[in-house]
Structure formats: C-alpha cells, structure tokens
DNA sequence: TATCTTAATCGTAATATTGCGATTAAAACA
DNA sequence: TGTTTTAATCGCAATATTACGATTAAGATA
C-alpha cells in the first residue's frame, strides 16, 4: 500500500488533485512566483533564487513541466523556463470550477 | 532529507502548499465532492460512498480538518462532518489570488 | 581540440503518504 | 449490564516524495 487508487475516482477528480500535488511544495510556488516576477523568463538563476540544489530545483521544474504549468526552451547551452499561459488559465477554470461548487446553506448541521 | 525545506521559504508560500496539499488527493476531493452534494452533511456514509475502509477515509477527514476545509459535530455516536464556508472562501481567495498574479506577457522568450 | 558552463539524470538516503487490519472509545439500545 | 453501532487511533507494510552528491550530455568558448 500507500499507492493512491486512482482508478476508483472519476477523472475529474484525479485531475484536480494531480494539479493540486503539482503545486503542493513551496519550492514549486516559489518557482512559479519568481517566474511570474521576472516574466521574461530569465533561465537557471532559479537555482540562485532558491534555497536548494541544482538537481532539486531541476526536479521540482519536471514536475511542473510534467503537470503543463511551465515550459522550457532550449537558448544556447541554458534553458529558459516560463509559465505556460493556456495551462495556467486551464487550471484557473478547474480549481475555480471546484471552488464555486459549493454554496453555503443555512440548514447545514455544523 | 525527504522532508520539505519550509523553514527556507516565505509564509504565504508554505501557506499555499499547505492548501494545495490537502486537495492534493482524489479521495479527499471526492469526500468535498461528496460534502458539496448532500450539503446537509449526513455522517459516516461517506465511508459507502468511497472505495476506501474506514480507517483510510477517517485519516482522510482528519487531514481535511487539520487544513480547515471541513469541520465536524458529534451528532450521538455519529459524527456529522460539513464544508467550512469561512476557511473555504479564504482558500478560494488565496488561490485566486496566486493565479490571478499572472497576466501573460508578449515579450516571453518562449 | 580541451575546457568551461549549464542543466539533466542516476543513485541513494531520509522522510512522508497511503492504505488497512486490529483495536479502542463512546454513545445507543436491548 | 451486555451488545451493537460509529468513528477514532495504533501499528505496520507498501509506495511516493524530497533532497543532494556524483555523473553525464551538450553547447559555448578558449
């Protein structure tokens, strides 16, 4: 055990905690707060950025690469990340979709 | 190592891992799912609900209570659980917030 | 070509998460 | 009181994540 039973949930489900997992680590909000920051993509000075070493940060841009929120391309020997626009306003829509789901009730019991 | 560096980032970031964390798992958003539908939140149904035992879907609800998500009542021997609508607006909040923080820009390289 | 720079990948250790059987605690009910 | 119901907790096994040193691959540059 302590593999998650994807395939007992709907697809809609997986993808929202998939793309909730994808920014569930700080360094991987910082990642996207300096890109956001310094929006023409400046490259592997993230590594200068953040408290970790190359090949965790290099880690932790698979994993967003992976789930689509950022892309890299390649610029000499560098490679220069930055946020994948449609992705972003992609996942926008789902968690807001999800977040709007609810409405408060008054005859709820708690 | 292993264990997440949170010491090392800022508050609101770790905040917003933390959040994403708890919605990071298709259980967990099925049983909001779940909470959403019924919205007067009948109890420990939401066990037959989902293809998960008892105690998994309890660590579960104990997860999403710690985040602030979902509160519950005891209600006799059963435990009535809901949607907490203050912390939930606040999620919704930070969240947005996050993703509105970006507004694509034509200069980026890639 | 030899060297430097940049960033991916490999391998491994530490820790966290997921899942569940067994047990427990507490209230309901006979 | 003894039994049933409900849900938390304990303990453990399987797997995933996080982190990083060492190595590698590829382009830049001397």
């Given at each position: 055990?302590?593999?998650?039973?994807?395939?007992?949930?709907?697809?809609?489900?997986?993808?929202?905690?998939?793309?909730?997992?994808?920014?569930?680590?700080?360094?991987?909000?910082?990642?996207?707060?300096?890109?956001?920051?310094?929006?023409?993509?400046?490259?592997?000075?993230?590594?200068?950025?953040?408290?970790?070493?190359?090949?965790?940060?290099?880690?932790?841009?698979?994993?967003?690469?992976?789930a689509g929120?950022?892309?890299?391309?390649?610029?000499?020997?560098?490679?220069?990340?930055?946020?994948?626009?449609?992705t972003?306003?992609?996942?926008?829509?789902?968690?807001?979709?999800?977040?709007?789901?609810?409405?408060?009730?008054?005859?709820?019991?708690?």
């Open positions: 055990m302590g593999a998650t039973k994807t395939d007992h949930f709907t697809e809609r489900q997986n993808q929202l905690a998939t793309l909730a997992k994808a920014i569930a680590h700080p360094a991987r909000i910082a990642i996207l707060d300096y890109l956001i920051k310094v929006d023409s993509c400046i490259c592997g000075d993230i590594v200068n950025e953040l408290p970790l070493a190359q090949p965790t940060v290099s880690q932790h841009l698979k994993e967003l690469k992976n929120l950022i892309k890299g391309d390649i610029e000499g020997n560098a490679i220069c990340y930055c946020i994948d626009e449609n972003w306003k992609q996942f926008q829509d789902i968690l807001n979709a999800f977040f709007n789901g609810y409405t408060p009730n008054a005859k709820s019991c708690c």
